[in-house]
C-alpha cells in the first residue's frame, strides 16, 4: 500500500510505503474473524525505513465491518513507533472501501505523532497478491490445562470443544472499533475475615472515535465496617495491545496475577485455579461477536493469595475462594443484575440477567443466563441462549430472583444485597450514557437444584450463602 503522512509540526506530505507479508490462522473469506500476524517494511521519506517492523492485522470485514492494523516499527532518530488504522469496509462501496486505509502514527504514550492515507493499488497489485497466497496444513495442539506445560489435554470423549486454558481468554478482543466496552475483573472472599474485594478495569473506545480509555476501580467490603473503595486511571490504552491482558496505567491482570493502586487502596495477587473456563454465555457469542455484548470466566473458582492494602491496614490473602471474568461488547446493558456464588468443592454457580438497549428489544424482560457447574457438569444443558429463554428474572434491589427449568431439572435463585453492605459507582458507556451499578461482595443468596419425579418437584441440592455471593444489579439513565 502507498500513500501519504502528515506528520505533526509539518505543514506538508510525505510519501508512505507499507510492504506487508502476513499469516492467517484460517482462510480468508468474507465471514472471516481472524487475527493475522505480519511482517512489514515500513517506509516513510525522510522519516523511517524499517524492514523488519512487525504487528498484527484483524480481518472481520462483515462480522465487524473492518480489516484493521496494528505495526510497531522504529523511526530514523530510534523512537518505537506504532501504525495504528483500519479499512471501515461498506456494502454500498466494497472495493473502494477495502482498498483504502486510514492510519495514525503514535509513540509510546499513545500519541499522536501523524496521520495518513494509503491505498492498494488494484490494476497494478491485485495479481501479485492472489499469486502470492499459499495454504498450508499443520496440526495444531490441544490448549493446555490451566497450571500445566507440555501435556496436551485429551480430546473430549463426547465429542464436545476441547477445554480452553484461562491465558487465551485474557487478552484484549478490541480491534481499534468505537464504541466498544471491554472489562477484566475480578471478585475474592477472604476465609479468614469475610471480606470482600472487588477489582475492575475498563477498556472504553467512545462511540464518537475519540481516543481509547482505560479505568476502574477497586472496592473493599469488610464484615464490621461500611464498604470502601476508589477509582485509578484514566490512562491512555497502549499504542501496543498487551499480550496477556489488561496493562494500563502501572495497573496490571493476567491469569496468574492482579496488581495495581487505587488512592488508599493497593493490591498485589496471586491467582491459581483448577476448574475449566465457564462460558456464560455461547462460546459462539464470545468468539464470534455476534450479540451486544458477552461474559465470560475464564477463572470460575480461583484461589488468590497476596495482600490487599487499605491506607495503613493490610489485609493477608491466603487460599481465598473467588473468580476472574471478562466482558466484550458495546456498552452496559439498560437494566441487569449478576451473580458469582462459589459453592465450595468445584462447584459454581453464575448469572448473567439483562435487558438490552437495542431497539425493541429493550420493551422486553430481562433475559437470564445461568449457569450452574456441580460435580463437573453443568446445568442448563445445550445452549445458554436457548436456555435462558426457559428462564425468568425479576430484577430489583435489595432483592431479585431468577427461576427456570431445563428437562427435568429446575433452578432458583434468590439473592439479598443489604443496602448497608451495597455501594453505588456511577460512570459512562462508550456512547456517553450514565450508567450506576450497585454492587455487594458480602450479599446473601440461595441456590436450589431440584428434579421432577412423578410426584412433583423434588429437592435436589441447595446452598445457601451468607455474606459470601458476590452480586451487582444496574441500570443506564
Excluded at 14 to 23: C, H, N, S, Y
Excluded at 37 to 61: H, K, L, N, Y
Amino acid at each position: 500500500m502507498t500513500g501519504a503522512v502528515r506528520l505533526s509540526g509539518e505543514a506538508g506530505e510525505r510519501p508512505i510505503r507499507l510492504t506487508l507479508r502476513f499469516t492467517a490462522p484460517g482462510a480468508l473469506h468474507p465471514l472471516a474473524d481472524l487475527r493475522a500476524e505480519a511482517t512489514v517494511r515500513v517506509q516513510v521519506a525522510g522519516f523511517a525505513d524499517d524492514a523488519a517492523a512487525t504487528g498484527s492485522m484483524e480481518i472481520a470485514p462483515l462480522r465487524a465491518g473492518r480489516i484493521g492494523y496494528r505495526l510497531a516499527f522504529t523511526a530514523l532518530d530510534g523512537r518505537r513507533l506504532w501504525l495504528d488504522g483500519g479499512k471501515a469496509v461498506t456494502v454500498r462501496r466494497p472495493l473502494a472501501s477495502m482498498t483504502r486505509l486510514s492510519a495514525r502514527l503514535l509513540d509510546a504514550e499513545g500519541t499522536v505523532v501523524g496521520n495518513a492515507r494509503l491505498v492498494f493499488d488494484l490494476r497494478r497489485d491485485l495479481l501479485p497478491f492472489l499469486a502470492s497466497m499459499r495454504l498450508r496444513r499443520r496440526r495444531r495442539p490441544w490448549p493446555q490445562a490451566p497450571g500445566t506445560r507440555g501435556t496436551p489435554l485429551p480430546r473430549p470423549a463426547d465429542g464436545g470443544p476441547a477445554p480452553v486454558a484461562p491465558d487465551d481468554l485474557l487478552p484484549s478482543r478490541w480491534r481499534g472499533q468505537p464504541g466498544r466496552l471491554e472489562v477484566w475483573y475480578a471478585t475474592v472472599t477472604d476465609p479468614a475475615t469475610g471480606t470482600g474485594i472487588w477489582l475492575h478495569h475498563e477498556l472504553v473506545a467512545p462511540a464518537d472515535g475519540s481516543p481509547a480509555r482505560a479505568h476502574g476501580w477497586a472496592a473493599v467490603f469488610p464484615r464490621d465496617a461500611p464498604p470502601v473503595w476508589e477509582r485509578f486511571g484514566p490512562a491512555p490504552w497502549p499504542a501496543e495491545r498487551p499480550v496477556a491482558g489488561y496493562d494500563a496505567g502501572g495497573i496490571t491482570v493476567t491469569a496468574q496475577e492482579l496488581t495495581g493502586a487505587a488512592g488508599d487502596l493497593r493490591w498485589r495477587l496471586r491467582v491459581s485455579g483448577d476448574g475449566d473456563p465457564m462460558f456464560t454465555f455461547p462460546r459462539w457469542a464470545w468468539h464470534r461477536e455476534l450479540l451486544p455484548a458477552a461474559q465470560i470466566l475464564p477463572v470460575p473458582t480461583g484461589r488468590f493469595t497476596g495482600t490487599v492494602q487499605v491506607g495503613e491496614r493490610e489485609l493477608t490473602l491466603s487460599d481465598a475462594p473467588g473468580n476472574l471474568a471478562r466482558i466484550y461488547g458495546h456498552g452496559n446493558a439498560r437494566r441487569w443484575a449478576w451473580l458469582h456464588a462459589d459453592l465450595g468443592d468445584g462447584d459454581v454457580c453464575e448469572v448473567v440477567a439483562a435487558v438490552s438497549t437495542r431497539p425493541g428489544l429493550n420493551r422486553l424482560p430481562a433475559l437470564p443466563f445461568v449457569r450452574l457447574r456441580v460435580g463437573g457438569i453443568e446445568y442448563p444443558a445445550g445452549d445458554p441462549l436457548l436456555a435462558a429463554l426457559r428462564f425468568r428474572a425479576r430484577l430489583g434491589r435489595p432483592r431479585w430472583t431468577v427461576t427456570g427449568r431445563s428437562g427435568d431439572r429446575r433452578i432458583s435463585v434468590a439473592v439479598t444485597m443489604p443496602p448497608e453492605r451495597t455501594i453505588a459507582v456511577p460512570y459512562a458507556d462508550p456512547d456517553g450514557a450514565p450508567a450506576v451499578c450497585h454492587n455487594c461482595e458480602v450479599a446473601d443468596a440461595v441456590v436450589l437444584l431440584e428434579r421432577r419425579h412423578r410426584d412433583g418437584w423434588r429437592e435436589e441440592r441447595r446452598w445457601e450463602l451468607i455474606a459470601t455471593a458476590h452480586a451487582e444489579v444496574g441500570e443506564r439513565d
